[in-house]
T-cell receptor, first 113, second 117 residues
Framework: AQSVTQLGSHVSVSEGALVLLRCNYS??????LFWYVQYPNQGLQLLLK??????LVKGINGFEAEFKKSETSFHLTKPSAHMSDAAEYFC???????????FGKGTHLIIQP | KAGVTQTPRYLIKTRGQQVTLSCSPI?????VSWYQQTPGQGLQFLFE???????NKGNFPGRFSGRQFSNSRSEMNVSTLELGDSALYLC????????????????FGPGTRLTVL
């Protein structure tokens, strides 16, 4: 079964600093990978997705992620954090089977002024 | 274009009751998926519907069921509620027949927060 591991349930960075949220997946075949963001009392919004077209994926709000098959990773980065980036971030994988999306436990991003 | 809408937004029920949640997908979207979000288990896939047929199902007991209508609107039902069913239930729709299994983007609604007392 596929799984997703997000390292760090909470990550704190200073405003203007680099944001790095880690995601590792377990899959026997190349997956589809997604990053979603969730603000309080709201649903999930797609930041970006990997579907094998390019290993470096650019998303909304200045976020990007790099697919590294050898490391089974899909880490999310943003060069300069803004206060508005404070939210819960979820990495998800779909292997094209009958499991729908499998989500990681989420990482709560805290932005320090 | 309107987003995914879910009704009601908040619901309080007691153990043993049943509940029905509703989801209206984005116009033109035919795939609807449901997820349960809890602090302990995180986000878990419940089921996916396409053209009124359940295509995929997660690992949940039979008390959880759903259906999709010809206009793509979907409902999910939970019978004999348990305390552990308290959660945020999210609905997501996607354009095209593949749903999440083929990498199609899913658009999420704001969720229905169910509290079971």
């Amino acid at each position: 079964a596929q799984s997703v591991t997000q390292l760090g349930s909470h990550v704190s960075v200073s405003e203007g600093a680099l944001v790095l949220l880690r995601c590792n997946y377990s899959s026997s075949v190349p997956p589809y990978l997604f990053w979603y963001v969730q603000y309080p009392n709201q649903g999930l919004q797609l930041l970006l997705k990997y579907t094998s077209a390019a290993t470096l994926v650019k998303g909304i709000n200045g976020f990007e992620a790099e697919f590294k098959k050898s490391e089974t990773s899909f880490h999310l980065t943003k060069p300069s954090a803004h206060m508005s980036d404070a939210a819960e971030y979820f990495c998800a994988v779909s292997r094209g089977g009958a499991d729908g999306l499998t989500f990681g436990k989420g990482t709560h991003l805290i932005i320090q002024p | 274009k309107a987003g995914v809408t879910q009704t009601p937004r908040y619901l309080i029920k007691t153990r043993g009751q049943q509940v029905t949640l509703s989801c209206s997908p984005i116009s033109g979207h035919r795939s609807v998926s449901w997820y349960q979000q809890t602090p302990g288990q995180g986000l878990q896939f419940l089921f996916e519907y396409f053209s009124e047929t359940q295509r995929n199902k997660g690992n949940f007991p039979g008390r959880f069921s759903g259906r999709q209508f010809s206009n793509s609107r979907s409902e999910m039902n939970v019978s004999t509620l348990e305390l552990g069913d308290s959660a945020l239930y999210l609905c997501a729709s996607s354009l095209g027949g593949g749903g999440p299994a083929t990498g199609n983007e899913q658009f999420f609604g704001p969720g229905t927060r169910l509290t079971v007392l």
